[in-house]
């Protein structure tokens, strides 16, 4: 017999995959992984057997629970899966998934809305951060259709506003856990940065590329993605992360000046495969160390004036546009950072597992009746 789980099946940002009720999935550790491979379909690098859709940005777990400190009202639990690896990382955060977090509270009845719009408080367990997030509950539901658009994903949708309350140090140790805010590892110039993603910022031309390549140029680059990957696993070592070489971080991003009206260019590395956009705690990372004097974007970031910068990421499919708010006592200080998401329901119901995966107890003992 199969074991049905009750699931969302939900789009966040430009990544999607299926939400649970923690409740409604196994309390042991090793049990839960199990049964998330089994229902992404993975190890497989089609994921034909799951609801995976064959890549790093449509193999993502979405876990949520009722607030568990004072003045939160969800926790999050992010799990990032490989199409064609067993393993289950809890580790990163996804700012995508995020996005998606308040209407599937709200649509399993978690919560109730609170009038035309929906404010609620969501820790995300990853990294023990949280954050505001806003979304449009007119008559008492959640509204998906408006006039909101972020590139990477098709057509327009009601908007979801995401204010991040305290990114920095994320997973490392600090906002610059190397100390500095530029350094030269490996014989490239870099910025080890981390609020609310790690990353290693680095100028293309260091590497002999534009930073202007297609997705499907970065990702046929051999050359270029075994010269990354020995200059993360160094960075690892130096953000205090200890070997990374089987962790999803840091992730690794190409930068060059912007040539469609933004402020700085990227290519994302996530880290083995080029993102088609970018992450959302990727671009708050990457505009935070825009803002920042001395970082590696120096020279090259077209950065506005003033305390509150709106700081346009450009990346393969468009860009993300990322308010930042600095300190006015202190500019290198970095007090605020809010972005813009949208997000869809695209089916509920239940999603099946073979029995000898999972078998809870009372289903167990119901078939013995």
């Known amino acids: 017999m199969q074991t049905a789980i009750p699931c969302l099946f939900m789009r966040g940002g430009t990544s999607r995959g299926p939400f649970f009720k923690a409740s409604d999935l196994p309390s042991d550790l090793p049990t839960r992984d199990k049964v998330l491979l089994s229902v992404m379909g993975s190890p497989d690098k089609r994921q034909i057997d799951g609801l995976g859709g064959a890549h790093p940005l ?71 951060m949280q954050c505001d997030i806003t979304v449009q509950t007119p008559n008492g539901h ?35 856990p190397t100390g500095n805010v530029r350094d030269t590892i490996d014989g490239i110039e870099v910025t080890c940065i981390d609020n609310g993603m790690p990353l290693v910022m680095f100028k293309a031309s260091h590497v002999g590329r534009t930073g202007y390549e297609s997705v499907d140029q970065m990702n046929a680059d051999t050359e270029l993605k075994t010269r990354i990957e020995r200059l ?24 060059s000046a912007p040539r469609a009206g933004g402020s700085i260019c990227t290519r994302s590395f996530i880290p083995h495969v080029c993102h088609d956009a970018i992450g959302v705690l990727a ?53 605020r950072a809010a972005l813009l998401r949208t997000a869809r329901l695209l089916m509920r119901g239940e999603v099946m597992i073979p029995g000898s995966v999972w078998a809870p107890k009372a289903k167990l003992e119901a078939a013995a009746k």
């Open 283 to 335: 671009a708050v990372t990457v505009a935070t160390a825009c803002v920042l004097d001395g970082s590696v974007t120096q020279g090259i970031a077209s950065v506005p004036t003033g305390n509150v910068k709106k700081i346009s990421v450009e990346h393969p499919t468009g860009e993300f546009s990322v308010e930042i708010e600095v300190d006015p006592a202190n500019p290198q200080n970095v007090t």
């Open 232 to 255: 993360r696993i160094a960075c690892g070592h130096a953000m205090k992360l200890g070997d990374v070489t089987a962790k999803n971080y840091p992730k690794m991003t190409l930068i």
């Open 142 to 176: 959640v509204e998906y259709e408006g006039n909101a658009r972020i590139d990477g994903a098709p057509g327009t949708s009601a908007p979801i506003t995401v204010n991040f309350l305290d990114t920095a140090g994320s997973v490392a140790p600090g906002l610059l």
């Open 58 to 128: 449509t193999s993502k777990v979405g876990i949520v629970s009722k607030g568990s400190k004072p003045g939160v009202d969800l926790d999050f639990l992010f799990a990032q899966l490989q199409p064609d690896k067993d393993t289950v990382d809890t580790t990163p955060n996804c700012g995508n998934m995020l996005a998606a977090v308040v209407p599937f509270a709200l649509e399993t009845g978690m919560v109730k809305p609170q009038g035309d719009t929906t404010t609620l408080r969501v820790l995300t367990l990853n990294t023990d």
